[in-house]
């Protein structure tokens, strides 16, 4: 996807909104529900949870609603949801600035993580030499046997997300590295598939090659991505490359947050405390490992999290005008 800066005329209405609401007094927020998205992933899910739970602190109404990923940004910029809080450069851009261009969407910030999403291997695949060479792509033209699963004709697998998330990116990387004669794409049906398949791949002693991100849990648990060859603006078929372009790599990039218009005037504490928020990769990534690693609900997951870091919320709410939440 195209992952080169835009910068919309709509993006200075977040300025100006904040300019107008961060005076000497804010009025009270609506008694009308937050609506806030609840998608397919784990930091997603808790991270939802948290910030609702932060809203609720304020005294505000949050509601949940579980949506597409993709479809989120034009939900948001029609008023079906409030705001959206997870949005990777690398993978969702398009479809944010596509919202934002159209009206209704304004950016509200961004996360202090930077992002990667891409496919790779945990580590112990290299410590026990499945494919020597690794993290170089290069190293995929002779070992693919090792990671040959029932469902992959003999090819080694790679097992994407759900195809919603990115499309053919990975099918098409494959073709473009002239790697599909020795390999195939398998798409998860949704990310706890992925999770599920370490665990399997490593009880059974077979490599194995995920789509994976980070933040995520797994930064703490030892995960390396494969070195592609560099991303470049157009590389990819989406944005007018072809095959042979289309075997580059995944760029790093932002991770950003989203309102509706009308969020700064119907909520503008809330608003305006979620304009403060700002998650770093480790924060992120212990939000996702309280479901991932110690099995916990989303929900609880959000409630211990926010017992565990008030010092990391707490000032985004009590700072705003002397508010004492």
Aim: charged share 20%; hydrophobic share 40%.
């Amino acid at each position: 996807m195209n992952i080169s800066i835009r910068k919309p005329l709509t993006t200075f209405i977040v300025a100006l909104s904040f300019v107008l609401f961060s005076g000497s007094s804010l009025a009270a927020d609506s008694s009308e529900p937050i609506k806030i998205p609840i998608k397919n992933w784990s930091s997603q899910i808790v991270m939802a949870h948290v910030i609702g739970g932060m809203f609720e602190s304020m005294g505000s109404n949050v509601e949940y609603v579980p949506v597409d990923n993709q479809a989120s940004f034009e939900a948001v910029r029609t008023g079906d949801l409030t705001l959206v809080h997870e949005v990777w450069q690398s993978t969702m851009q398009n479809a944010y600035y596509s919202a934002m261009e159209k009206g209704g969407l304004i950016d509200a910030g961004t996360h202090a993580a930077e992002t990667l999403e891409e496919m790779g291997v945990p580590n112990w695949v290299i410590d026990k030499g499945l494919c020597p060479g690794l993290p170089s792509w290069e190293a995929l033209k002779d070992c693919h046997e090792n990671f040959a699963t029932p469902d992959s004709g003999g090819k080694g697998r790679w097992l994407e997300g759900p195809q919603s998330w990115h499309g053919d990116v990975m099918p098409n990387r494959i073709k473009g590295l002239g790697l599909d004669d020795k390999w195939v794409v398998k798409f998860a049906g949704a990310a706890d598939a992925l999770w599920a398949e370490l665990k399997a791949a490593e009880k059974e002693g077979r490599g194995t090659i995920i789509f994976n991100w980070t933040p995520n849990f797994t930064d703490a648990d030892g995960f390396t991505f494969i070195e592609f060859p560099p991303y470049y603006d157009g590389c990819r078929i989406a944005d007018g490359g072809d095959l042979t372009s289309t075997g580059c790599g995944s760029p790093t990039g932002w991770l950003k947050k989203g309102v509706n218009y009308r969020f700064p005037r119907s909520h503008p504490r809330a608003y305006t405390a979620f304009t403060k928020l700002s998650f770093t990769t480790p924060q992120i990534g212990s939000m996702a490992a309280l479901v991932d690693v110690e099995g916990m609900t989303h929900q609880d997951a959000a409630t211990k999290w926010l017992a565990d870091n008030e010092d990391v919320w707490k000032p985004w709410t009590v700072s705003i005008l002397g508010d004492t939440n």
